[in-house]
């Protein structure tokens, strides 16, 4: 596994470069990537910003390891995963109106104070105390993920008056770099970890003074911004009503449910079924998010002017890659017939469909759902998503480990094929409908492909 894991690395390495060079061949450079004033309102963001996602992939790699090495059994690692999903589903209702309420800035300065903690709990062997940690992480995740965006969007319109327009500029680099972060996070936890044989504490360790250096820069460079003032139950409320009042929410939202709650099953059990061979744990983490690039490099040659292949399409490619690869772990994690290496491929091809699953999923729910629900609707997809991904975790919690791990996947693949009779279902309703299509290249009939 060894060698396998740092060829892998390589070789999706030269895969990555050879299909985002053919991706930025067509791309077309605004006028905002020559402002000077907004150059520097981007690098004001992006400082604080990245530096927030290297501290969190920092982490990624070594997680599970870290409990092994406290001696605690899988069963009560278990326990502390689903803790965490559990703070996710609570933290991620009210984030946002948190957010708004106590300010942009200030949410992201006490991100990076409560990830330290979540970090610092990393040196406890207490069960309590790592469960604690856990939850904290669990809040730190659910303000990255919408303190950083709300207080960019504000700035960018309200205080600076830059054309909207040039907002997915900055995401669209934000998910580059964010990419070519979590590949070096994975190298950097593993030289701390295995190469200084620091063990698997020392990642987390390192993760601190990225996040105080974060805190530190925000305090000292953002201004503080709100959002609007709005009742928790009206806006879970008005989401609720467009979830189920529309069929095509509805479908991606169970795609999505099902899609993403199999990936956190597969964060839980990739060390476990690995770790026994004694792979690099942060270049193997390196590969699954070169992997993840590729994917994501792939959807955007895909979509080109050149195949114009619809995201509809590639979602339906994306969830049917994960069926195969968790097909194929059925049989590579089979007691007593562990075929390490032919699991290694699977996860590899599953973080390759994540690269394609997720901008197609990004395409369709910002056509299908309002503008004014996103928010609400997202924060509804993520309670079934998590809650599924506990209940996955607990029923291996009350497995034998070794029978536990495939029947696991074989739950998964189950998963996988409700979502594919989500997608059909979807593909049936929206498959005249132009708005979700990608516009036709020059040139090329409107009617020529009447299907998504």
Request: a neutral charge.
């Amino acid at each position: 596994m060894l060698v396998t894991a740092y060829v892998a690395f390589a070789f999706l390495l030269l895969i990555c470069i050879g299909l985002e060079f053919s991706a930025c061949r067509s791309k077309i450079t605004g006028r905002s990537c020559s402002n000077p004033a907004f150059l520097r309102f981007q690098l004001d963001y992006y400082q604080v910003y990245f530096l927030a996602l290297a501290a969190d992939w920092l982490q990624g790699p070594y997680l599970y390891k870290l409990y092994q090495h406290y001696h605690f059994l899988e069963a009560q690692i278990t326990i502390i995963y689903v803790c965490g999903f559990a703070s996710s589903v609570l933290f991620g209702l009210v984030s946002s109106s948190l957010v708004d309420r106590l300010g942009r800035k200030k949410s992201c300065i006490l991100f990076s104070l409560t990830y330290s903690v979540c970090c610092l709990t990393k040196l406890s062997w207490d069960y309590f105390v790592l469960i604690v940690g856990r939850i904290l992480g669990g809040l730190s995740t659910a303000l990255l993920f919408s303190a950083f965006e709300a207080w960019y969007v504000h700035e960018h319109v309200e205080r600076h008056d830059f054309p909207a327009e040039w907002i997915p500029t900055t995401f669209s680099k934000a998910a580059f770099w964010n990419g070519i972060i979590a590949i070096g996070a994975g190298v950097v936890a593993n030289v701390f970890a295995e190469w200084l044989g620091l063990g698997p504490v020392a990642p987390f360790m390192v993760s601190i003074p990225f996040l105080m250096l974060a805190g530190v820069l925000a305090m000292k460079n953002w201004d503080e911004n709100y959002g609007k003032k709005r009742a928790i139950s009206r806006t879970c409320t008005d989401a609720l009503k467009c979830l189920l009042s529309d069929r095509r929410v509805l479908l991606l939202g169970t795609i999505q449910a099902l899609f993403e709650s199999v990936i956190y099953i597969f964060i839980f059990l990739w060390t476990p079924v690995l770790d026994p061979h004694n792979p690099p744990l942060g270049i193997v983490f390196s590969s699954f998010m070169a992997a993840s690039m590729a994917g994501s490099s792939l959807y955007r040659v895909a979509t080109s002017k050149k195949y114009h292949l619809q995201p509809m399409h590639i979602l339906s490619l994306s969830v049917l890659m994960v069926f195969f690869s968790l097909f194929m772990l059925t049989f590579s994690t089979n007691p007593g017939q562990e075929n390490p290496s032919e699991s290694f491929l699977a996860f590899l091809l599953i973080e390759l469909s994540c690269g394609l699953y997720f901008p197609s999923m990004g395409f369709l729910r910002q056509k299908v759902i309002p503008e004014k629900d996103q928010a609400g609707v997202m924060h509804w997809f993520r309670v079934p998503l998590n809650l599924l991904a506990c209940l996955g975790l607990l029923i291996l919690h009350d497995s034998d480990y070794k029978t536990g791990t495939r029947n696991m996947f074989t739950i998964c693949s189950v998963m996988m094929v409700m979502a594919l009779l989500a997608v059909v279902s979807l593909f049936t309703v929206v498959r005249n409908n132009a708005e979700l299509r990608l516009p036709s290249p020059p040139g090329q009939s409107e009617v020529s492909s009447p299907e998504l």
